[in-house]
């Protein structure tokens, strides 16, 4: 064959290639033929190939400028690609976000992207006439059984919008019907503050929120009352595997376990209590899909949990259902234990860094950590807390989110978790560059302190 | 150039192409190079691929037997490939489930696809700290505009999951704060069951469900009490434009406004009340998705609805509304009116079949309708309702859903609906194989009629 008839050749298949391609956007694009799928294949790689400097992200549905997806920035980081390091801004050390995930997902890219057709799921319920994909509940349960968590066999399963929607169903579900009075909801403090602000916004004749569970432990009249205890391990904001506090004939407890994770928490043993409530956001760091689930032995319990979802909104979303489906299928390849490695890397080699900065401080103190066997390693393993739940220490220092706040960081006040301000809490699982600038701000503040010890 | 050479360069371009596939493939698949859309996209169209007769559908999220994604057949279909009619079976004319617009979507597969990366919205928030989408809420307020059927400028918004959800915050936004009795609650009969379901549910000290709006027209002592109507236009079940019932400086209306489209009704004019609420469910008909939203014109009345979600759940699942997004991208495509011819044609023929089929009888009537001018057709226009209000005539016919039954017909019975039995809901908006199946029956029914008016 001649050359030119290779260049001739080459110019033919480059000619090919490029029909192929318009052939699928745009015949494509008006009837359901193969290749239907380019046109949102081609959007998302666009808006995934948009420079950010490594300080944010450009989103598909994000703000759009001269027909280009604008980058949004992370905290602290601004200008048209990020680029820009804001030096007066606030280390924010306040949600939960799990962004620390986020490198994960990018290096999963491939096994974690979802096409969604325009006609997928449009009816009410699935299949089985339910509203829970029974897809995505098996994946659920075996990710559990791979993270060795939480004893799922033989379990009824319910999904709400997040761990927060199921808080609420459960006090619901768990409230005694036609009782002459409330039932006393109550949580150890410090506590999750949404405890007590969701079950005092629904104002319902068949409960009330009576506050720190520790006050009612030795009351006389607890055996007679009917008491619903939120227990929360790993606990949000210390980090502690709590227990219940309460028992007795008529106490229930609700056991949070959005933390139950390997990336915070050494895992003793499986968690096999009455009522448990789990979500991706703490999972695979997918807070905005706004997916939890509750994990319920009581037949009764799990109908009364599923009447709650379905009078107050028919079930949780298909497309969050089915995104979810494709994030745990990812989790899952191979042994399914990367995501667990990749956490537990990521959120002890924080804490390692951050104990690190404070080690010579006499102002601050974090609360105890001790290693502990963890089922999922096989080993004794380091602490990986979500939370530091810092002390100020010195007498005069009695509100340390005011103390930190003058030191450029926002940290979250104790009073939210109904105790005093003496305690602050930071978050740890947001992303690096956060942490990275409340590191940089915390060993800042150590350096200039007075009385510190002398480094190790 | 020989043949030899031609078939040569055709071998290798096709061997170029797929070796540009397989790259794509299985490099993307471990890290974010470009192509790691291509599985994703490839996935989606095996599963789009499978046939299903025209009676089913095979779904991502579906069961895999053998490693392939099964047919989920239509009510009435069967066997792998859903080709077998089940003759004995129930025609399904019970629930809203809008599938007569699940063709307009396999039409617009290209530009209503959607691709979610792994690393998608897994904050809490958007850019700007809100929980709603910018870019959706503007598309909504674009919708409203084409469809003429209300006023959003100046308006607030608010989403939640599906109007099942905006229901009851609605009602909790609207109840008074510490007013020594609870609202009463009312809806004019027949109405939509979920008004009195929800609102007992809640069992809020601030509010009770007290029934039929009309009983309270007359009431001496309506003046002094707080009241909220809930205000359905077209009604659910009998498609009127329903108007408030009651008036006062106490009473407050929520209007359900879910099928105030051109689908279902003349726009005789935009709404523009103070507190409306809509869905995806009957705009596109994506009731899965469970998205709703609500136009809301008094800033203190949206901050208490932003509440109920935010403390029930952190805002609506960002994957639900990246879709959404998509979705309304689609159906503003060209002049945007497309969706709204498509549904109009599609729900004013079955109104006429349905209302051919039963002309001749006495034993059943429909619901009043009339051809009323529409700003959005700018023209009259014959009815299109979602619902059939059907209205068994007999003196002893006095359990209509019985009676349907009996001739193997799946209705709602009106007792449903707050008022007697007389009276049954028939649903037209589901799939074209219900639709054909109830007329069918239908047809049957009153062929055998004794006393049937003599055909037209």
Redesign the interface.
């Known amino acids: 064959?001649k050359k030119s008839?290779i260049y001739?050749?080459?110019l033919?298949?480059s000619v090919?290639?490029n029909l192929?391609f318009l052939v699928n956007?745009y015949v494509?694009?008006?009837?359901?033929?193969?290749?239907?799928?380019?046109?949102?294949?081609?959007?998302?790689?666009v808006v995934?190939?948009v420079s950010c400097s490594g300080h944010g992200?450009a989103?598909?549905?994000?703000?759009?400028v001269d027909g280009k997806h604008v980058c949004?920035c992370n905290s602290c980081y601004g200008g048209p690609d990020c680029s820009l390091f804001l030096p007066e801004c606030l280390a924010n050390a306040d949600?939960?976000?799990?962004?620390f995930?986020?490198p994960f997902?990018?290096?999963?890219?491939?096994?974690?992207?979802?096409?969604?057709?325009?006609?997928?799921?449009?009816?009410?319920?699935f299949?089985d006439l339910s509203t829970i994909?029974?897809?995505?509940e098996k994946l659920i349960r075996r990710v559990h059984a791979i993270a060795k968590n939480a004893v799922t066999e033989g379990r009824h399963i319910v999904f709400?919008?997040?761990s927060?929607?199921l808080l609420?169903a459960a006090v619901y579900a768990l409230s005694p019907e036609n009782s002459s009075s409330p039932a006393r909801v109550v949580a150890a403090a410090p506590y999750y503050p949404?405890y007590e602000?969701?079950t005092e916004?629904?104002?319902?004749?068949?409960f009330r929120f009576e506050g720190d569970a520790n006050l009612w432990k030795n009351s006389s009249d607890m055996a007679a009352a009917n008491v619903i205890e939120f227990v929360t391990s790993p606990n949000n904001p210390d980090c502690q595997l709590n227990k219940a506090v309460l028992q007795g004939p008529l106490v229930k407890t609700i056991h949070d376990h959005a933390y139950y994770w390997p990336h915070f928490t050494a895992i003793p043993a499986p968690a096999d209590e009455d009522l448990m409530i789990f979500t991706t956001s703490k999972l695979t760091?997918?807070?905005?899909?706004?997916?939890g689930w509750a994990v319920i032995k009581d037949e009764a319990v799990y109908q009364r949990m599923l009447?709650?979802i379905e009078?107050?909104?028919?079930?949780?979303?298909?497309?969050?259902?089915?995104?979810a489906?494709?994030?745990l299928k990812?989790v899952l390849e191979g042994d399914g234990r990367e995501i667990f490695e990749f956490a537990y890397r990521k959120m002890s080699t924080r804490w390692e860094k951050l104990r690190r900065a404070l080690s010579t401080s006499t102002r601050f103190s974090l609360q105890p950590t001790a290693p502990q066997y963890c089922t999922f390693f096989q080993e004794v393993r380091g602490p990986s807390p979500a939370y530091a739940w810092l002390k100020c220490e010195r007498e005069e220092e009695d509100d340390c989110s005011a103390v930190l706040h003058a030191a450029n960081i926002l940290g979250r006040e104790g009073k939210k978790y109904g105790v005093e301000n003496r305690h602050t809490r930071l978050s740890l699982l947001r992303s690096q560059d956060d942490f990275d600038l409340l590191l940089s701000r915390l060993t800042n503040l150590v350096s200039g302190e007075d009385g510190a010890k002398s480094s190790m």
Chains 1, 2 share one sequence.
């Open positions: 064959m008839s001739g050749a080459g033919a298949c090919a290639v192929f956007l494509g694009a008006s009837r359901k033929q193969p290749g239907w799928s380019q046109r949102a294949a081609a959007e998302a790689e995934a190939g992200r989103f598909l549905d994000g703000p759009v949004e949600g939960g976000d799990p962004l995930l986020e997902w990018v290096q999963h890219a491939a096994s974690s992207a979802v096409l969604v057709s325009g006609w997928h799921r449009m009816s009410y319920s299949g994909s029974s897809e995505l709400g919008v997040g927060t929607q609420s949404l602000i969701q916004y629904f104002r319902s004749v068949d760091g997918h807070a905005g899909s706004r997916l009447q709650y009078t107050s909104e028919l079930g949780v979303s298909r497309d969050t259902q089915l995104r489906l494709k994030l990812a």
